[in-house]
């Protein structure tokens, strides 16, 4: 029995558990994977907007807006990497022009600072990579770039440490609202009570919403293929390179990220599969055909890893942030997709007002809104090292040659609230296993450390959670 129960542990999800946790309420959040952070929240495209392209007055420019004007405060409390890289959106054809300008006037009246058409010479000026075709930009300042592994998680831990307790592996099945008037959610772990239900589930909310509305809901899942290209090139483009917007979102761009490699996508190819994240041959041509057009000689010989992610798009294409008008105490938070990962500590403080309201909720004289991320070796100077090393050995030994990434990292990521316990939850805390040789080297001495340090069997060690084994069956025995 709780007060509030959330169904999901995405951005979303997380985010609205760490603002519950400021308040005396027990709260639970229910999540049908191995770990946070497991649906759209791993695979997108790791970007903060500025919050020019949603439409005027609408939910998703005001929580765009807010959420990137909040993100340096988030970033610094809980610690992790943010930058402020700002953006371009890339006009190359002279009759299009106008399109830009219909671009900054939408995000002067959305509020979003610093904006400024550039013409042909100060783009390439500012972008020397950019196609030969270009005849402007906008730029925004305020655009950034930031981990979406690490935001939620560290919005996750934060969370937990506050009392908030996560339930993984834990699918909801049916929901019905009992004689006592609480929402009982049956689960593949059992019955959960709660007095309100927040539903931010993804792309199932549509399914966790239709269970307690007569009034249905369908999410269209929009596919978008990516190319992850080495840091060997990570400095290609030093801002996040948008094309002209379509109806179907925002295009394919090229991005650097936090930890210096170089991101190409997505694509927006609408699918009818929860689970639909396999790339596909045609869907990479695409992007680097899309890409192509606004960066020229785009060194896509470097890309080490493509993957898939799914948006959950609406017709309307509008956040919907709720009560559910015949299901009184359930709230959707759906329809969630770009820039739902730059508008999250936004979302996560409006539901969390909400409720605080609808249930008069009293916040914690000793809630903690800080949080120290894992210790990075990466960067620290050879006594800095040495020191590290004579304090705790484990720094010392390299497990990741291609992220240098050391069994001290790993040993806090399994070990710090809401640990890893798959080598995919080892690799979104610290990076290990997403370089170059895309894990080839360090998954049997990361999963030695699993066994060892939870009691794992080697059988029992997953990828990513369900049935990812990397060992099916022993062929001898113990030697």
């Given at each position: 029995m709780f007060d509030v129960i959330v169904i999901g542990a995405g951005v979303s999800g997380s985010a609205i558990a760490r603002q519950l946790s400021r308040y005396n309420a027990s709260v639970c959040v229910l999540e049908k994977c191995e770990d946070v952070c497991e649906g759209t929240s791993k695979a997108n495209s790791a970007i903060v907007h500025a919050g020019f392209d949603a439409d005027e007055g609408s939910l998703m420019a005001k929580l765009n807006v807010k959420g990137n004007e909040m993100m340096d405060d988030l970033a610094r409390d809980l610690d992790i990497p943010f930058k402020r890289n700002g953006s371009m959106v890339v006009c190359i054809h002279k009759e299009e022009l106008d399109g830009l300008k219909v671009l900054y006037e939408r995000g002067v009246k959305n509020g979003v600072k610093g904006l400024k058409i550039l013409s042909r010479e100060e783009a390439l000026e500012m972008e020397p990579n950019l196609s030969d075709n270009v005849e402007g930009a906008l730029y925004a300042p305020t655009g950034g770039i930031i981990c979406p592994f690490e935001l939620t998680i560290a919005m996750a831990e934060n969370a937990n440490v506050n009392g908030v307790e996560f339930r993984f592996n834990t699918r909801v099945e049916d929901i019905k609202k009992g004689e006592d008037g609480l929402w009982h959610l049956r689960t593949n772990n059992g019955e959960y009570k709660a007095r309100y239900v927040v539903n931010a589930a993804g792309v199932y909310a549509d399914k966790i919403h239709n269970m307690v509305s007569a009034d249905k809901m369908h999410i269209i899942e929009r596919r978008g293929d990516y190319c992850l290209l080495d840091k060997q090139v990570g400095g290609y483009v030093s801002h996040t390179i948008f094309p002209q917007p379509t109806k179907f979102g925002k295009g394919v761009l090229v991005t650097p990220t936090v930890h210096g490699n170089l991101l190409v996508g997505p694509t927006a190819i609408d699918i009818e599969n929860k689970e639909g994240t396999a790339t596909t041959a045609?869907?990479?041509?695409?992007?680097?055909?899309?890409?192509?057009?606004?960066?020229?000689?785009?060194?896509?010989?470097?890309?080490?890893?493509?993957?898939?992610?799914?948006?959950?798009?609406?017709?309307?294409?509008?956040?919907?942030?709720?009560?559910?008008?015949?299901?009184?105490?359930?709230?959707?938070?759906?329809?969630?997709?770009?820039?739902?990962?730059?508008?999250?500590?936004?979302?996560?403080?409006?539901?969390?007002?909400?409720?605080?309201?609808?249930?008069?909720?009293?916040?914690?004289?000793?809630?903690?809104?800080?949080?120290?991320?894992?210790?990075?070796?990466?960067?620290?100077?050879?006594?800095?090292?040495?020191?590290?090393?004579?304090?705790?050995?484990?720094?010392?030994?390299?497990?990741?040659?291609?992220?240098?990434?050391?069994?001290?990292?790993?040993?806090?990521?399994?070990?710090?609230?809401?640990g890893a316990r798959s080598l995919d939850g080892v690799k979104r805390r610290t990076r290990a296993g997403m370089g170059r040789c895309q894990a080839g080297f360090c998954s049997p001495r990361t999963m030695e450390i699993l066994n060892r340090e939870l009691g794992l069997s080697y059988e029992e060690i997953t990828k990513s959670g369900g049935k990812s084994n990397i060992v099916i069956e022993r062929t001898k025995g113990e030697v």
């Open positions: 045609a869907g990479i041509d695409e992007l680097q055909a899309k890409a192509s057009e606004n960066v020229r000689n785009l060194p896509m010989r470097n890309v080490i890893t493509s993957f898939a992610g799914l948006r959950a798009h609406l017709e309307r294409h509008e956040f919907v942030i709720e009560e559910v008008k015949d299901a009184p105490c359930f709230i959707d938070v759906a329809g969630i997709e770009s820039p739902g990962l730059s508008a999250s500590p936004a979302i996560g403080e409006m539901v969390g007002d909400m409720l605080k309201e609808k249930m008069n909720l009293t916040e914690k004289e000793n809630w903690i809104g800080t949080r120290k991320g894992i210790t990075r070796t990466e960067g620290l100077s050879v006594e800095e090292m040495n020191k590290l090393i004579k304090e705790n050995p484990a720094y010392g030994t390299i497990v990741c040659r291609c992220e240098s990434i050391t069994e001290g990292e790993i040993l806090d990521a399994i070990h710090r609230p809401l």
